[in-house]
């Protein structure tokens, strides 16, 4: 059995050798200008979507003993697994080991029953990777239970560095031929991770992940619809029914719906934290902004009626009632309910996920992409964005936000003096080319890598001047 050892056991792994395939290839943003280059928004040349390129020619497969297998059980929404597939094809070639096609959560809140292959082309993956890491749809039946083999089940140590991996984990496969990750969100750190490792995260999310056709064909027509009426902006409003009980935020609700979102809360054992207060955790910036509290930051930013905006969410808690401000401000809302076919989105009914996939798709085209939380999907979207080129992504600052927001609702600040404080407070906090921050000893509260890949978005092996006009994609 071979064993790596250390990272200098690591085969030198390959840049990234091309940028996002599935939308940098497919979609051209139009150009935007106005009040901080976002509040109008002007169509520039049309461009028509490119027909799809020839497949590449099949990369080699990689020579390499295997130490084992790696089966791995992804838990969590779409984006949160998304990064997680990322981060388990790393540590498969870190380790040489060869991973089974991940599976995925089916017990979380949304129960959505979709396998891998029903969301990502497993084929593609599969062979993308080839050159890097072993992977299988299904363990071979001789090492199945049959046969006396039992995975080794456990959980990984969240934000855990290469070294956890080769002197924690690399040792069990000499005991047990299959391990078996049961969590996989966040168990590699965001830093200190080596260039080769988190340039192939980045080759797994920007290039091997790539939707199912069925997923892609609806995703570009839906797309194609909204940009026929001009650019528009994607606006990821994070106030549906779990979000709200999860956090414990019920800033707008009435008595009785913050207690069914408490009660909600109490009936999934896996949300920890049950006693809440609601407006604590809003003071903090803690809680997704309401949609009426959006409709204001929106027209503070100088957006207007004449904008378009698509929302990229689930439904809506307190349905087309919260929705009302929003839509008196800005008339030309839509959602891809509004726009499509009732027989095109049958088949996606009750499948969150895949429903997750054609928001994804729609914000990463987006001319602008604004989130009002910053969850899974506003993260890696963002971070999807930053490697198209930077493309303007408006990273609501909550804190300030709800401070603001209070003082101009109690007739303390006029709306000249709101609307020039949030635009103020927003000037650098619009995807700009940037640093992670890190935390030292603080994992979970630096930046997140998948919202900031900077590795992979620029020239330089440290990354060390990266600055606004400086940074450029790997290639």
């Known amino acids: 059995m071979e064993v790596v050892r250390s990272e200098r056991d690591i085969d030198k792994l390959p840049q990234l050798q091309g940028q996002l395939v599935t939308v940098g290839e497919l979609w051209h943003p139009r150009l935007l200008t106005g009040v901080l ?9 049309e461009e028509s979507l490119p027909s799809s ?6 990369v080699p497969s990689r020579n390499y003993t295997s130490n084992g297998f790696l089966k791995v059980s ?3 929404g779409l984006n949160q697994m998304r ?4 981060d388990m094809v790393t540590i498969a070639r870190l380790l040489n080991l060869t991973l089974v096609v991940p599976e995925l959560d089916k017990t979380s809140f ?11 082309d497993v084929r593609h993956f599969i062979d993308s990777l080839r050159d890097e890491v072993r992977i299988i749809k299904r363990l071979p039946k001789k090492f199945g239970p049959r046969y006396g083999f039992k995975p080794l089940i456990m959980p990984p140590v969240s934000w855990s560095n290469e070294k956890y991996y080769l002197q924690q984990i690399l040792p069990l496969f000499s005991q047990h031929k ?3 990750f049961n969590k996989t969100d966040a168990r590699l750190a965001n830093n200190g991770i080596p260039l080769e490792l988190q340039r192939l995260r980045c080759r797994v999310n920007f290039q091997a992940l790539k939707f ?3 997923i892609e064909a609806l995703g570009n027509k839906l797309i194609h619809i909204i940009q026929e009426k001009g650019p528009y902006l994607a606006l990821h409003l994070r106030y549906e029914m779990d979000m709200l009980a999860f956090s414990g935020c019920t800033h707008g609700c009435t008595e009785k719906e913050a207690e069914e979102l408490k009660q909600l809360r109490y009936a999934f054992p896996w949300w920890r934290e049950k006693e809440i207060v609601s407006e604590e955790r809003r003071s903090h910036g803690l809680c997704p902004l309401t949609p009426e509290e959006t409709a204001l930051i929106l027209q503070a930013l100088g957006f207007d009626k004449e904008n378009q905006i698509y929302i990229a969410s689930g439904e809506i808690y307190g349905s087309e009632r919260r929705l009302a401000s929003l839509r008196a401000a800005f008339p030309r809302i839509v959602k891809k309910e509004m726009l499509l076919d009732a027989k095109d989105l049958l088949l996606f009914q009750n499948h969150s996920s895949q429903m997750a996939a054609l928001d994804f798709m729609v914000s990463v085209a987006s001319n602008i992409f604004v989130p009002t939380y910053d969850g899974n999907m506003a993260r890696v979207v963002e971070g999807h964005r930053r490697y198209l080129g930077f493309k303007k992504t408006i990273q609501l600052d909550r804190k300030k936000l709800v401070k603001l927001l209070d003082l101009h609702q109690n007739g303390t600040l006029t709306w000249d003096e709101f609307s020039a404080a949030v635009q103020l407070a927003h000037e650098r906090r619009m995807g700009q080319p940037s640093r992670r921050t890190v935390i030292p000893d603080k994992p979970k509260e630096g930046d997140y890598f998948y919202a900031n890949p900077q590795e992979c978005l620029c020239e ?6 990266l600055s606004p006009g400086k940074a450029t994609p790997v290639e």
């Open 74 to 76: 992804c838990n969590g």
């Open 37 to 45: 280059g976002v509040g109008k928004m002007s169509v520039g040349v």
């Open 83 to 86: 990064s997680a597939i990322c």
């Open 53 to 58: 390129p020839p497949p590449p020619l099949p």
């Open 212 to 214: 199912t056709p069925e």
């Open 110 to 120: 949304w129960a959505d029953p979709s396998n891998f292959e029903d969301i990502f």
């Open 460 to 465: 330089s092996i440290s990354c060390d001047d």
């Open 178 to 180: 299959i391990i078996y």
